[in-house]
């Protein structure tokens, strides 16, 4: 879908630039036929209806080409070096039938070049130089040979101007294409640095919102994300929120070394990130302290969540420590549309105290103690 998109741009700036080339041809054509009624053009009127005729058939040729997209296939699809050329052509053929007016027409042979000064690469732009030079000097030395030149003197003078200037066009044309180039290095070195700086951004923002030792949420992350959830709630929705506390955690620290706590944090981590669902929000609120966030879960389903998450941390084994005993205590609460988070948090905690006060490794609702 976005490759035909792609093509379709591509297309309309080509037809936009084939409008350009043949405004030029019409305009060009009007000229044409002005210096034949005026006595400049040596041409019958027959030749100049068939000529016509056939410069407007060309050009149509080139807009079926266009419309049909066969020109996509080909290695340059705007053909600019075969617009040009057709251009050229006709110009030469212009050139052979002018008399004094030559001068004033050699004009074209530079706007149809410069049609090709960004596209056409160093060796096809030289290509169409020396196709002019050679094409209008083969005119003026085949009149000269049939001493069909009017004025020679003049005649070598506009093949003089017409080397000089079809010279300094083609400088110009490699001097531009080598700005062009340099540039677009600047953008691609530019568009890597740019690519280097969003990577950047991202590990920063991750290190922002990551608790570096577990690899959860952090506490300013997680605040953010449940605030989110809860601007986005709708009505009947009901989400659940759990304060977890590990057991006796300091005990751990004070007889097993800090180590052996930081693995247990670990631990838990990799377990409660196994018991929950895609979508529910746990976080390192600080310390051996832990919170997660449930959307769209009921009573039934958040205790039933904690629950299991409590059993799963009794069965912990920690290789190469004999830590025993693991256990967690958990506090619930619910959240409807309209409540406060903090209000909430603060009633999970609550719960937790409840359930730690009342021997640890338990599960205690708020719920439970309004009912109470």
């Known amino acids: 879908m976005n490759q035909r998109l792609t093509h379709n741009a591509i297309q309309r700036l080509l037809l936009k630039r084939f409008a350009l080339a043949a405004g030029t041809y019409a305009l060009a054509l009007l000229l044409v036929w002005l210096a034949f009624f005026t006595g400049h053009y040596d041409d019958s009127l027959v030749g100049m209806v068939v000529g016509s005729g056939l410069l407007v058939f060309s050009q149509g040729v080139l807009l079926a080409v266009f419309y049909s997209g066969t020109n996509l296939r080909c290695s340059d699809p705007s053909l600019t070096e075969v617009q040009i050329m057709l251009g050229l052509g006709w110009q030469t053929w212009l050139i052979a039938h002018l008399d004094e007016a030559r001068g004033a027409f050699l004009v074209f042979y530079l706007l149809i070049?410069?049609?090709?000064?960004?596209?056409?690469?160093?060796?096809?732009?030289?290509?169409?130089?020396?196709?002019?030079?050679?094409?209008?000097?083969?005119?003026?030395?085949?009149?000269?040979?049939?001493?069909?030149?009017?004025?020679?003197?003049?005649?070598?003078?506009?093949?003089?101007?017409?080397?000089?200037?079809?010279?300094?066009?083609?400088?110009?044309?490699?001097?531009?294409?080598?700005?062009?180039?340099?540039?677009?290095?600047?953008?691609?070195?530019?568009?890597?640095?740019?690519d280097t700086l969003r990577g950047m951004m991202r590990q920063l923002e991750g290190l922002v919102a990551t608790d570096e030792l577990t690899g959860?949420?952090?506490?300013?992350?997680?605040?953010?994300?449940?605030?989110?959830?809860?601007?986005?709630?709708?009505?009947?929705?009901?989400?659940?929120?759990?304060?977890?506390?590990?057991?006796?955690?300091?005990?751990?620290?004070?007889?097993?070394?800090?180590?052996?706590?930081?693995?247990?944090?670990q631990a838990f981590a990799g377990v409660a990130t196994a018991c929950l669902r895609d979508g529910d929000i746990l976080a390192r609120y600080g310390g051996e302290e832990f919170v997660v966030l449930l959307p769209d879960c009921d009573a039934e389903r958040l205790t039933a969540c904690c629950e299991r998450l409590r059993i799963a941390?009794?069965?912990?084994?920690?290789?190469?420590?004999?830590?025993?005993?693991?256990?967690?205590?958990?506090?619930?609460?619910?959240?409807?549309?309209?409540?406060?988070?903090?209000?909430?948090?603060?009633?999970a905690d609550q719960a937790l105290y409840r359930a730690k006060r009342d021997g640890r490794n338990r599960c205690a609702a708020a719920w439970e103690n309004v009912d109470a």
């Open 113 to 194: 070049l410069l049609f090709g000064l960004f596209h056409l690469s160093r060796t096809a732009f030289l290509r169409c130089a020396l196709f002019v030079f050679f094409s209008f000097s083969a005119i003026t030395l085949w009149e000269g040979y049939h001493f069909q030149q009017p004025n020679p003197t003049l005649a070598l003078l506009q093949v003089c101007v017409l080397l000089v200037v079809l010279g300094w066009l083609v400088i110009y044309a490699r001097y531009v294409q080598l700005s062009r180039q340099r540039m677009r290095q600047r953008r691609f070195a530019l568009q890597a640095h740019q």
């Open 313 to 347: 941390f009794m069965d912990v084994e920690l290789v190469g420590l004999d830590v025993c005993h693991l256990s967690l205590s958990a506090g619930m609460t619910l959240l409807e549309l309209g409540d406060d988070l903090d209000h909430a948090l603060h009633s």
């Open 216 to 265: 959860l949420f952090n506490r300013r992350h997680f605040l953010r994300l449940a605030s989110r959830e809860l601007s986005a709630m709708e009505i009947g929705v009901v989400h659940g929120l759990a304060l977890i506390d590990l057991d006796h955690f300091k005990r751990i620290n004070d007889v097993h070394g800090h180590a052996a706590g930081d693995q247990v944090l």
